[in-house]
């Protein structure tokens, strides 16, 4: 006897699927412009660069409640920023054990690098789409984040 395959269900689960080879695909080719230069970074590297530059003097406690990382990770994650030049710590006035973070020049270099080739990938990703389809895709994804945040 042959299974029948409900094609409404199996879209259910391949829709998560599909939104992760899109991500997937969009970090390889944005990451693959910074890979080959002179400062090659991860993912976890440049979203930390990502929230530094949009948070300037951001904590290592405040890094660590955005990002879900243990202290001991951050730390030598934050180390290496620092050791190769893209992140400067500078001491809390009003705590002396806590250090505040900022992007050095070069830091923000990078990071604006990868927001251009974030630019160019995700116009590339809605080419050929009519501005309705591009706000109806932007309106779907917004709900299907709100659902699984609702999910808990």
Known sequence: MRESVDPVNQMDDDVLD?????MHLVRSRQYRAVRDGA????????????????????????LADYSGRDKGQLARLIAG?????LLQAQVDESDRRSARLRLTPRGQALHQALRRQGRQLSRAAVAGLSEPERRTLFALLRK???NIEAAG
Do not use: C, D, W, Y
């Open 39 to 62: 400062n090659p970074l991860t993912h976890l590297e440049g979203k930390m660069l990502g929230f530094i530059a949009r948070h300037p003097g951001s904590s290592q406690r405040e």
């Open 81 to 85: 920023l620092r050791e190769r030049g």
């Open 18 to 22: 599909e939104i992760h080879a899109v």
């Open 144 to 146: 299907v984040r709100a």
